[in-house]
């Protein structure tokens, strides 16, 4: 018997036990030359050798699939254009099939300038027999970008999180895989790879993956698919250096998305409705400052009616939308006493330096737009229950950054994140029942907060 494998005994009789070095020792799903997954690998192998893609997907079905499911997405983003992308996704494979294939040709000869890399689901779980702890499926992951980095030294390996699978955050594979994902994002170094993790954005606040999702809880359907190409997108264009700035800093619009379109419209109107041309306070951020006319609509009336209001929230902007519509009209045309920014928690999909740095060319352009004006600069909410939530910690990071832009006097940090936390850090529902918008109680935590830097500047 090969000395890497052993036998453990149960009361059911024999059971064959895979240990950790299974991961890394190279194998294919199958020696027969007919099986699909040898036929596969010889038609990718043609591709390989004709050459011309800039960029590789490397992975399982997952990434297989984007031959299915995520079929129009690739073809809307990758298949053309700059990419010119290769789909390396075997169904079934594990981390040591990935490795046979790079023993055997699968990058030899070929420079791409970037490879994405998400493997590891099927060494969690996926075969019940096997059922391999974190740790080998972490060495697994290790072992592939050793070798990606040995077959194409020059290509830049975005190293994506393990997908959620399974429909509740208990659920023993996603478990395991969570565990994994918290020690390979120490594999990047944001110079020869880059961490990749946009898990956030498959799952509700709860934490739940819906069939909508991922209708079988592991593969994504194609609304999946273009969250993954949106998420992947920005780091292509940092490595292969198309774009010299990140997505967080350039123009974007979403004026083909009616409501978007009829919000901006009906903004356009109150600003030319008003007779001075002046507002006292302009509200300028995403869904939580549009909250403002949901559930902060009686908050305002009882506590803010002194102030004439702009609110310039839109639901689901991300920083690059306030760049685009700061540069197009959104401040001009009057004259603002305060403006009011909070921006960041759907840059679900960017690195904490990467929203910073829209948020810092968000207050460049209010400074330009508005140069009477004083700008209140509140962090990122919390969100989500729990304090080590990714999104949570990412955003305390960007927090900690666009601090730092803030000189007291014509740009002004307030902070009031503690009082929607209890001592552990947890986020209540209570005060945030989506664990993401604030409800009334929410909104006047917010107006009591911000209420003395009004008085003071507009002067009532």
Not at 6 to 22: D, E, K, N, P, R
Not at 295 to 317: C, E, F, H, P, S
Not at 342 to 354: F, K, P, V
Not at 369 to 393: C, S
Request: charged content about 25%.
């Amino acid at each position: 018997m090969n000395k890497m494998m052993g036998v453990a005994v149960c009361a059911a009789g024999l059971v064959v036990s895979v240990l950790a070095q299974s991961s890394v020792i190279p194998v294919p799903q199958s020696e027969d030359p007919n099986h699909w997954w040898q036929k596969r690998f010889r038609e990718k192998q043609e591709l390989v050798k004709a050459g011309g893609a800039d960029v590789v997907f490397i992975g399982d079905s997952i990434t297989h699939f984007w031959e299915g499911k995520g079929r129009a997405v690739w073809e809307k983003y990758f298949a053309q254009g700059p990419y010119k992308a290769l789909n390396l996704g075997y169904s079934a494979d594990r981390t040591e099939h990935v490795l046979w294939r790079l023993d055997h040709g699968e990058l030899d000869g070929y420079k791409p300038k970037a490879v994405v890399l998400m493997i590891g689901t099927n060494n969690t779980g996926h075969h019940p027999i096997e059922n391999e702890p974190p740790a080998d499926t972490i060495i697994g992951i290790k072992a592939v970008l050793n070798k990606i980095r040995r077959k194409a030294p020059t290509a830049k390996i975005i190293l994506c999180a393990i997908f959620p699978r399974g429909e509740q955050p208990t659920d023993g594979c996603r478990v395991r895989n969570e565990i994994v994902n918290a020690e390979i994002k120490k594999f990047a170094d944001d110079r020869t790879i880059f961490w990749c993790d946009f898990n956030d954005q498959m799952l509700t606040t709860d934490g739940i993956l819906t069939k909508e999702m991922m209708n079988d809880r592991l593969h994504p359907e194609a609304c999946g698919y273009e969250i993954w190409a949106k998420a992947v997108i920005p780091y292509l264009n940092r490595v292969m250096k198309q774009e010299e700035q990140p997505r967080t800093v350039a123009p974007a619009t979403r004026a083909n998305e009616g409501w978007w379109f009829d919000r901006m419209s009906q903004k356009r109107t109150q600003i030319l409705k008003d007779a001075d041309q002046q507002f006292d306070v302009v509200f300028f951020g995403d869904s939580i400052t549009h909250g403002w006319e949901g559930q902060g609509r009686k908050v305002v009336a009882d506590k803010l009616k002194a102030y004439d209001i702009l609110n310039i929230g839109y639901g689901g902007d991300r920083t690059e939308h306030l760049v685009w519509r700061g540069l197009n009209g959104e401040l001009d045309g009057y004259k603002a006493k305060v403006v009011m920014l909070m921006i960041g928690t759907n840059n679900g999909g960017d690195s904490a330096e990467d929203v910073a740095a829209g948020i810092r060319r968000i207050l460049d352009i209010i400074a330009q737009k508005q140069p009477e004006a004083k700008t209140l600069l509140l962090p990122i909410f919390p969100r989500n229950e729990d304090a080590k939530n990714g999104h949570r910690i990412k955003n305390e990071k960007t927090n900690a950054i666009i601090k730092g832009f803030a000189d007291g006097q014509k740009v002004i940090w307030c902070d009031f994140n503690a009082k929607y936390l209890k001592d552990d850090g947890v986020l209540p529902r209570e005060l945030m029942p989506d664990l993401l918008h604030p409800n009334h109680a929410g909104y006047e935590i917010w107006a009591d907060a911000v209420l003395p830097y009004f008085k003071e500047i507009c002067g009532k």
